[in-house]
């Protein structure tokens, strides 16, 4: 048997064993498609290789060589005029400034997962609300072969998007080093209890990526990227770490998008926007977060109902150990937060909202009532829906 842990903690953690992954580099015969190599991320210019992805002969090889980036290589592609036409983009911006506009309105602004409230905007599900206030310019938008050629390389077909829109403004600060969804979304502790496979996997379930809605030079503060750190295994545990986040901070690199282009990268790469050091430069993006066909369970389950049906039966219960009430409640409650509707059930410190299992544990330790634990529940099911 393999001397490897099933679960990583801290002391699984290797820095130097990070410092020299992190110290490979790309080579041009890695990437024969790439137009470039700046700084190990290889950038493509969609414009030449556009009729590749028409061509079904040829289409694989290109599908093959982001697929190997993502996993294997530097972690992150740029698509270089993504969108060759960027009037569509202009249209989408100033439905978007509609939007941010009449939420900050409705509201008074609201903070987002690592930004305080005022520091900068964020639309959640622009997906949906761009098609619900212009469907003409949402199917243009959308229209998009590169995009679409991307994420199939990576999740395969039958893809599941969905897209925030983050606005930064001059002055808006960087973010920490982090890695992101599914397992970037946990706490530690969280984070800790899954089995080291599963970090492994984790990333095959999401693709994240960006749409520049905005010239992004430097100063704007375009996502600065640690290629290769996406194959650091125990990263998941290590990103929340001083030392490896010291490490980033000393050896990120940035690339300067213009408008129309895109990223796009492993949800395991080490990054974090940047700072916006400009005077006069509203970087706006569309942050994408596609994911797997196959993040579903196979039967539709009304756990609100168990949940509701099970409860006074658990709170009377003193035949179970914790342990087993435990495992009964993980067979009737949801366990995860998503998807939801971030509006109304944002994340909660950075990360993710309170999930029914959370609910119907935290209601037991607090002695609620059925009528207090029925309405905690339903308010939470109404928060998540669209």
């Not at 808006?172 to 890695?179: E, F, I, S, V």
């Not at 946990?186 to 693709?207: F, G, I, N, R, W």
């Not at 905005?214 to 503060?221: L, Q, R, Y």
Request: glycine letters at 4%; proline letters at 6%.
């Amino acid at each position: 048997m393999q001397n490897t842990p099933s679960f990583f903690s801290a002391d699984t953690c290797d820095l130097a064993e990070f410092k020299q992954l992190i110290a490979r580099s790309t080579s041009a015969d890695d990437v024969p498609h790439a137009a470039d190599v700046q700084r190990n991320i290889p950038v493509y210019d969609m414009s030449k290789l556009r009729p590749i992805l028409e061509d079904a002969t040829k289409r694989p090889a290109l599908l093959a060589e982001w697929a190997w980036v993502l996993m294997s290589g530097p972690g992150v592609v740029a698509l270089h005029r993504a969108y060759d036409d960027t009037t569509v983009l202009d249209e989408a911006t100033a439905i978007y400034a509609k939007i941010i506009a009449d939420e900050k309105s409705a509201s008074g602004g609201a903070a987002d997962h690592f930004a305080a409230s005022g520091a900068n905007d964020r639309i959640w599900n622009s997906l949906q609300k761009l098609c619900e206030a212009a469907p003409d310019v949402f199917l243009r938008y959308f229209a998009n072969t590169s995009v679409a050629a991307v994420c199939e390389a990576w999740l395969g077909p039958n893809y599941q998007m969905t897209a925030q829109v983050n606005l930064v403004h001059p002055g808006g600060a960087a973010q920490l080093a982090h890695r992101d969804y599914h397992l970037g979304f946990q706490t530690a502790e969280t984070s800790a209890q899954y089995p080291a496979h599963v970090h492994d996997l984790s990333p095959a379930l999401t693709l994240q990526g960006a749409i520049a809605h905005c010239d992004m030079p430097i100063e704007s503060g375009p996502t600065k990227l640690l290629p290769f750190s996406q194959a650091y295994r125990t990263g998941y545990t290590a990103w929340r770490l001083d030392a490896f986040r010291a490490v980033f901070e000393d050896t990120y690199i940035q690339v300067p998008l213009a408008k129309g282009d895109a990223v796009f990268f492993n949800p395991a790469l080490f990054h974090a926007a940047g700072a916006n050091t400009s005077t006069d430069i509203h970087r706006m993006a569309n942050l994408l977060q596609v994911s797997s066909a196959f993040g579903r369970a196979m039967e539709t389950v009304d756990r609100t109902k168990m949940s509701k049906l099970v409860y006074p039966h658990a709170a009377k219960s003193n035949d179970l150990s914790q342990s087993e009430l435990r495992a009964a409640i993980a067979a009737t409650a949801e366990g995860y937060p998503f998807p939801t509707n971030l509006d109304r059930d944002p994340p909660k410190g950075g990360l993710a909202p309170e999930t029914q299992q959370a609910l119907f544990i935290r209601a037991l330790s607090e002695g609620m009532d059925q009528a207090e634990f029925n309405t905690l529940l339903d308010a939470m099911v109404a928060n998540q829906q669209s």
